[in-house]
């Protein structure tokens, strides 16, 4: 049986990253006043993940620019879990949340 150790994580993006060309063109239905974050997967805990992040290791820039925190209550109830899963999760959470007006990024 494969460890369950992947987890799926949100970062809370500044909303200084709407300024960001990129990330507007890739959230057409974005609501205005809602969060902007980042959706991502790791095989470590997300706070480490995170960390990683900030310190410009494997870092998404946006995430490593406009960075703030995680939002554990979008994720906590689901992980850990496996790669597959994990995977799966990522993209699912962030059709949720775009879906929810969110400006939503994933690598």
Not at 19 to 41: D, S, T
Not at 58 to 75: C, S, T
Not at 76 to 102: C, H, Q, T, W
Request: charged content about 25%.
């Amino acid at each position: 049986m494969p460890r369950k150790h992947h987890h799926v994580y949100v970062v809370e993006l500044s909303k200084d990253v709407l300024l960001e060309p990129r990330f507007r063109k890739g959230n057409p239905g974005y609501v205005e006043g809602k969060p902007c974050v980042y959706v991502g997967m790791t095989g470590l805990d997300p706070d480490v993940r995170f960390d990683k992040h900030k310190a410009c290791i494997q870092a998404n820039r946006f995430v490593q620019q406009y960075g703030l925190r995680l939002l554990p209550d979008l994720y906590e109830a689901f992980n850990p879990m496996g790669y597959d899963d994990a995977v799966d999760k990522e993209i699912e959470v962030g059709i949720d949340l775009r879906s929810a007006g969110f400006g939503v990024w994933q690598a």
